[in-house]
């Protein structure tokens, strides 16, 4: 089954302790359309400018990602510029330049609006619901956000988690989205809001699931060498959503997204080795095991005397 991605494609420029690289493919649409297309068909709705090289359409359509939803608009490709600090956690944003993005309006072409996973990746929550106004009810809807929507579009971020099966957004988000300060008490709040399910990530740490009774956390797969940890959630939702469409044929059940956020992690493992989406080009299917296996080794608990 296919996985819908909305969200933002962008040309970033990235400054890490190490290393600073300009117009690198990025936004949120492009990290969890290219992570989910490892599972199986994807459909993707953005917007480029003009200036949006041609390569990276090229990548986007070899990894078989449908392109019909695709806006080229005139003027210049939403652009964006982050500095990492030395922990590689803590982030500063320099600069953005919404460019064609200010005017997006996400339309879905006819071959999308019946697809049965959507992936609301970060952008807008009003153009996140616009995005669900134009299909026939999904099977499953995951929506991710940012601090930015939290502060300037609260309300239409709460009309949207009374239209989703699932929230994905970061420790400092949801503690700012609750004004509670225990990530545990943030979780259940989120969840009565509407979504059945929440994950919040906690970086390097790595992710707690909440369902109606049920609860997951999920280390993260440690690495010794981060290089860009951009777009580390955006592949994170991608995998998971993708990993959900390719195996789930009923509903989706609380264990299956157990899986699906150990996937997850594993895409974003990948991800954050490499500036931009470089890394996610070079994996092919067996990485992705063989990390996914290494990994739930390292993860058991059970002690053999
Ligand atoms: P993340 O590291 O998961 O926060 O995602 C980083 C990506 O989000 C970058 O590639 C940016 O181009 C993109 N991005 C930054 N700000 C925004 C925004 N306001 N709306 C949509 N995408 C954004």
Known sequence: MSVLVVGSIALDTVKTPVAEHADLLGGSA???????????????????????????VQFLAQR???????????GKTFRWSGEYMLDMNTRETRSVELNVFEHFTPTLPSS??????????????????????QMSRPKFIIA????????????????????VDMLILNDSEARQFTGENNLIKAGKRIRAMGPRFVAIKKGEHGCLLFGENEFFSCAAYPLEEIHDPTGAGDTFAGGLAGYLASTVQGPVTFEALRHAIV???????????????????????????????????????????
């Open 30 to 56: 492009s990290y969890a359309a290219v992570s989910a297309s490892f599972f199986g068909p994807v459909q993707l709705v953005g917007v480029v400018g003009d200036d949006f090289p041609k390569d990276h």
């Open 64 to 74: 078989k990602i449908d392109l019909t939803g695709l806006q080229h608009a005139t």
């Open 112 to 133: 999308y609006n019946t697809s049965p996973f959507v992936l609301l990746a970060n952008i807008a929550p009003s153009l996140q619901s616009h995005v669900l106004d």
């Open 144 to 163: 991710d956000t940012m601090d930015l929507w939290i502060n300037i579009a609260r309300a239409d971020l709460e009309a949207l988690l009374k239209r």
């Open 263 to 305: 996937y997850g992690s594993v895409l974003a493992s990948f991800n954050v080795e490499a500036f931009s989406l470089e890394r996610l080009r070079t994996i092919q299917q067996h990485d992705i095991a063989a990390r996914y296996e290494s990994f739930r080794l390292m993860s058991q608990f059970e002690v053999t005397l």
